[in-house]
C-alpha cells in the first residue's frame, strides 16, 4: 500500500476542512436559525421544538460526534488556513480578495462566539441536569436573560452577522474549489443565489434576538417528571 505523500495529506485536510464547513456545520447553523426563528411565532413551538431536541436518544453523543468533533476539526483547520495565508488586500483590491479576508476574519469571530454561546447555554445545561423538558425552560429563561441588556444583543448580532456571512461566502467557496461552478457566470449567478442565503438567515437571526428583547416570555416545563 503506497503511503500518501505530506501534499497529498494536506490537500486531503484542506477539502475536509471545506466539506465539513457545509456538511454537518453549515446545515446544523440552517436548521439551528431557522428552529430559533420559530420563538418569533410564539413560545409554545419554540419550547416543543427544544422538547423535542432534547429528547433525542443519546443526544449527548450525537452533538459530540456530528457537531463538535467537526466543528473543532474546521475551526483548528481554519486558523491554520489563516496562519498560512498571504494578507495582499492592500495591493491587490479585488472584491472576492477582501472577501477572502473577511472570510478568515468571520471565522475566527464565530469560533469566539461559539465559545461563549456554548459556555452559557449547553455548559450550565449540562452542569444543572437539565434533560428532556427541563431544559426548555431552562435555556428560555437563560435566553431571556441575555437579551435584556445592550451588550448582550451586540455580542449575539454579531455572532448572528460573522456566522450567516462565515456559511454563505463559504458556499461559494466550495462550489468553486469543488468545481461544481464553472465559468463566470454560474460563480456570479452563484454569490447572487448564496448572498441571498446569507441575507435570509440573518434577517431569521436578528429578528429572533428582537423578540427575546420585546416579549422576554417565561416558559414552563410541557411535561413534569
Known sequence: MVKPSKDEIHYLLLKLHSLTGIVPIGAFLVIHICVNSLR?????????SIDAINSIPFLLVVEIT??????????????????????NTHRYRYPRNALYTLQRLSGAVVFVFLVYHLGTTVGPKLWEGKHHFEAAPFLI???NGEF???QGILIYAIGIVSATFH????LWGFCVSWGILIGKSAQRNGAIVFAMIGLAL????????????????????????
Open 40 to 48: 418569533t411565532v410564539g413560545v409554545w413551538p419554540y419550547q416543543l
Open 66 to 87: 456530528f457537531i463538535y468533533i467537526p466543528l473543532l476539526f474546521h475551526s483548528v483547520m481554519g486558523f491554520y488556513v489563516a496562519s498560512i495565508a498571504k494578507t
Open 141 to 143: 429563561d437563560i435566553m
Open 148 to 150: 435584556k441588556t445592550w
Open 167 to 170: 456559511f454563505s461566502n463559504g
Open 202 to 225: 440573518t434577517v431569521l437571526g436578528l429578528a429572533t434576538v428582537a423578540e427575546f428583547n420585546m416579549n422576554p416570555l417565561p416558559a414552563e416545563a410541557t411535561v413534569v417528571r
